[in-house]
């Protein structure tokens, strides 16, 4: 058969677009109700949740006097970058910053190893009191941080480690916290058996396998624990709050909260856009991590959520 | 739990590869041990001593019987806190998670750009509670915030928000529900693991929408729901920072959360016995509302692998 001519084809597309289900009144009504019922509200709703964050960052590019205008202003006339590095110097930035990065690392690091080897030791090795000891993992989830808050801060004083960032990490090295544990070893139980058999024949012992095998096949798991270690440090505020007292041990959140409260105690109030500029900075790694890792962190996240 | 598998009928000292796999065992759960020990069990003792005794940190603890409680019966602040957190509780527990569900459901209906519309109601809740909370202060400012200067714009006077004794609380769960999200991409993730043949066999039956929802996905996702649930109102009751951050407590002690009383008593009067009975009054009630969200929970929530 010939390749239409052009008429035939126009005439095709005519009929073709005659037949179409666009003509007919129940499909308009369909989209019609889904725009309605759904683009509409998503849309709305996706802007009530966007408007915060976009203040946030469009308040702190502002020049002082864009702040306050009103009818209020999304989006800045000029973009005031300078704000940024006026608003940290006001502050010990770079110190404290350099603070919460160590508590987040030393934090992780502890938590990984120690949680990932006792998740190993109740997932896989077999031992007189195993399970005894399981249970108390999982009853120490219910137990509130506020019950030993205080007994811990004394310890620590006695320790003569009060106003240094131990308090903060050394505990994390101690098993990592029950809820890790659980998690790691609900992960690890999801792994065959065969390959811990496989390595053991070849002579590897109990511990290298927990290094060379079950760690690097839990790398997922090992995400989400790290994921939501950068989380919680980041956002801990009452602990480092008690233990921290002088200005070059403070973590970033302590010590710009009291440069925000000193601000307020002086009389001078500071400048929105520079608190925001603050606020923007601290929001930043959190938010970069969940960009880069947008999988991993959706997926950590439902692993925990729903088992944890 | 889980079962032991092939405990063989020779004691495990007999053979000498059990041997090696008892020693390891230990090993691997020695660091969660030692933790346990020195972070956990040791100061819960000593912090149900503590709840007992007068203790300023200066001199030592002074043992006082049942004083502590007694006095927290007249504590007008006590019962304000609890009051505070119950209410609190009450209103944005329930909220964030018909919030979150509605949006799961709502991006559950095969809507087009998916991942798109979760990062954009999920970043919220990867937001630190500092810029949060600085944010939220600054745009819930009667006079100088945003939603008020909108609100002026179409002629009406907002409240006053975290400025007043009736609007502080709800301010703090409008807070509380731009968090939100957090709870959706659970529920979202719970929606689409319900097996399409539940649908399709409630389609075959004649069940409309709304009975699918009712009797199909709403009971396949109540696990979800209800861990959410009990997980909220236990952060709820221990909720700090915000708080701290943005009210201070104020205005008149009509946000005194349980937990910002409990670190006043402590850290600002250094009432260390005082403080430890609060504690055990939080352990108490997070308990007592552990267990009966359980016993709701055997009604309410439904498990797949369960006869019904």
């Known amino acids: 058969m010939s390749a239409p001519t052009f008429e035939e084809a126009k005439l ?17 009504r369909r989209l019609g109700i889904r725009l309605l019922i759904i683009y509409l509200p998503i849309t709305a709703l996706a802007l009530v949740y966007t408007a915060p964050l976009i203040w946030l960052v469009s308040s702190s590019l502002k020049p002082e006097g864009q702040v306050f205008e009103y009818p209020p202003n999304f989006i800045p006339r000029s973009l005031e970058w300078i704000n940024y590095p006026d608003a940290l110097v006001q502050f010990p930035f770079i110190v404290t910053g350099l603070n919460t990065v160590t508590i987040v ?24 009191g195993r399970n005894v000891l399981f249970v108390l993992v999982l009853t120490t989830l219910m137990i509130p941080y506020h019950v030993i808050l205080i007994p811990q801060y004394l310890i620590f ?97 302590i010590a710009v909260e009291q440069w925000r409260r000193s601000g307020i105690i002086h009389g001078y109030k500071h400048q929105w856009n520079h608190i925001m500029a603050v606020s923007t900075v601290v929001t930043l790694p959190p938010l970069v991590v969940f960009f880069f890792a947008q999988r991993h962190f959706i997926q950590g996240v439902v692993i925990s959520g729903i088992k944890g | 739990m889980s079962v032991d598998v092939a405990w063989s009928n020779r004691p495990w000292w007999r053979s000498k590869l ?78 964030a998670v018909v919030v979150g569900y509605l949006l799961a459901l709502m991006l559950n209906q095969k809507v087009g750009g998916l991942s798109f519309w979760r990062t954009a109601f999920y970043v919220p809740a990867i937001v630190p509670v500092l810029a949060v909370s600085y944010l939220f202060a600054w745009i819930f400012n009667p006079d100088i915030g945003l939603v008020n200067g909108l609100l002026r714009q179409v002629g009406v006077e907002g409240p006053p928000w975290f400025a007043s004794r009736q609007w502080v609380l709800p301010t703090f769960m409008i807070m509380e529900l731009w968090a939100a999200g957090g709870g959706m991409v659970l529920y979202l993730a719970a929606l689409q693991g319900v097996p399409s043949s539940l649908y399709d066999a409630a389609k075959v039956d004649g069940a409309n929408a709304w009975r699918r929802f009712w009797h199909v996905t709403l009971p396949m996702t109540t696990p979800v729901i209800f861990f959410q649930f009990l997980i909220g109102l236990i952060a709820s009751f ?13 205005p008149a002690n ?20 005082y403080a430890s009975a609060l504690a055990w009054v939080l352990v108490v009630i997070i308990l007592v509302f552990t267990l009966l969200s359980f016993r709701v929970a055997r009604r309410v929530v439904y498990y797949e692998s369960e006869e019904p």
Not at chain 1, 201 to 214: E, K, P
Not at chain 1, 218 to 234: K, R
């Open chain 2, 238 to 250: 221990q909720l700090f920072t915000g708080p701290f951050l943005v009210t201070q407590g104020g």
């Open chain 2, 18 to 95: 059990r041997r090696q796999e008892v020693l390891a065992g230990y090993f691997t759960i020695l660091p969660w041990i030692l933790g346990f020990l020195i972070f956990v069990a040791g100061p819960i003792l000593f912090s149900f001593y503590l709840s007992f005794s007068e203790y300023d940190i200066l001199k030592p603890p002074k043992l006082i019987g049942l004083d502590n409680y007694h006095e927290m019966f007249e504590d007008r602040l006590f019962w304000q806190s609890l009051r505070v957190t119950t209410i609190y509780a009450a209103g944005a527990v329930p909220l």
């Open chain 1, 157 to 253: 004083r006695d320790l003569g480690w009060l106003n240094t960032l131990k308090p903060l990490i050394v505990p994390a090295w101690f098993g990592g916290g029950a809820f890790f544990i659980f998690l790691l070893r609900q992960f690890f139980m999801t792994i065959p058996r065969e390959y811990d058999d496989a390595a053991r024949i070849d002579g590897c012992g109990f511990i290298r396998v927990w290094w060379y095998i079950i760690l690097p096949m839990s790398l997922p798991a090992l995400g989400a624990v790290s994921i939501f270690t950068l989380m919680g440090e980041w956002n801990d505020f009452l602990a480092p709050l008690i233990y921290l007292n002088t200005p070059d041990k403070q973590t970033l959140a």
């Open chain 1, 105 to 128: 690392v030393g934090v992780l690091m502890g938590r990984l190893l120690t949680a990932s080897l006792a998740a190993y030791g109740f997932a896989r090795l077999r031992f007189p």
């Open chain 2, 254 to 273: 009509a946000s005194l959360f349980y937990v910002l009383y409990l670190y006043r008593n402590g850290w600002k009067y250094f009432n260390m016995g």
């Open chain 1, 12 to 28: 095709q597309l005519g009929e073709r677009l005659l037949r179409g289900r666009w003509l007919q009144g129940k499909y308009w």
